[in-house]
């Protein structure tokens, strides 16, 4: 595509309920990130996958928050039995190779609400 | 530990006018990569201007410039003649060679005032 597209734009659920989003990257982009942004904050750092490299998990704040990417195409973040604190947007971005050497290219994030 | 501190939350500008939105950051290493970022409304953060932190030269992409002071650990983003386009969050961030995260600063608001 023509950037990187993320779905659901918006989700409402229920504390408790386990949520699913997308992450579609620009193709032929090997590096592929989640970040977290809670309203007024920055970004905060979730996954890194690049190529068919083991990711790098170091970001995910507990074990309900897990990522998968199958090669080089779409990544799901999954958040099991959430919560009011996993409220967020979640960004997604790629870029063509390593992070430090081109700019990252985001989505428009997918905005969760945990009531 | 990595950090990026922008210690202006919102600011103002009169369009045409000049502002200066105020990056600083820490790190031990000695390669790195500075950027600034732009968030409009709409949610998706864009590229705005990269640095090099082995290059003197500071970076300039047409209205925007940064001052890059390595010692002083300072990544100030310049926005000349402000449009009302460049109403946004900015968001300063860097990444070092040898890692593969990206320090994101917590965010300037900035508005340009027609």
């Known amino acids: 595509g023509a950037g990187v597209s993320q779905s659901p734009s918006n989700k409402v659920t229920e504390k408790g309920k386990d949520v699913e989003l997308r992450c579609d990257p620009i193709?032929?982009?090997?590096?592929l990130y989640w970040y977290r942004q809670r309203l007024g904050q920055g970004l905060e750092f979730l996954i890194y996958?690049?190529?068919?490299?083991?990711?790098?998990k170091s970001g995910l704040p507990s074990d309900r928050f897990s990522a998968e990417r199958t090669g080089e195409s779409v990544s799901t973040l999954t958040i099991q039995r959430t919560q009011q604190e996993d409220s967020a947007v979640y960004l997604c971005a790629s870029s063509l190779q390593g992070l430090n050497t081109g700019e990252l290219f985001f989505g428009e994030g997918s905005r969760l609400t945990v009531l | 530990a990595q950090t990026v501190t922008q210690s202006q939350p919102e600011m103002s500008v009169q369009e045409a006018e000049t502002v200066t939105l105020s990056c600083t950051y820490d790190?031990?290493?000695?390669?790195?990569?500075l950027f600034w970022y732009k968030q409009p409304p709409s949610r998706q953060m864009i590229l705005v201007i990269r640095q090099e932190a082995y290059k003197q030269q500071n970076a300039t992409e047409n209205r925007f410039s940064v001052n890059f002071q390595k010692a002083a650990k300072s990544f100030s983003l310049k926005i000349s003649d402000s449009q009302l386009g460049d109403t946004a969050m900015y968001f300063c961030?860097?990444?070092?060679?040898?890692?593969?995260?990206?320090?994101f600063g917590t965010g300037t608001s900035l508005t340009v005032i027609p």
């Open positions: 961030a860097f990444t070092v060679n040898t890692g593969n995260q990206f320090y």
């Open positions: 193709s032929g982009h090997t590096a």
């Open positions: 996958f690049q190529g068919n490299s083991a990711p790098d």
């Open positions: 790190t031990s290493e000695n390669n790195y990569y």
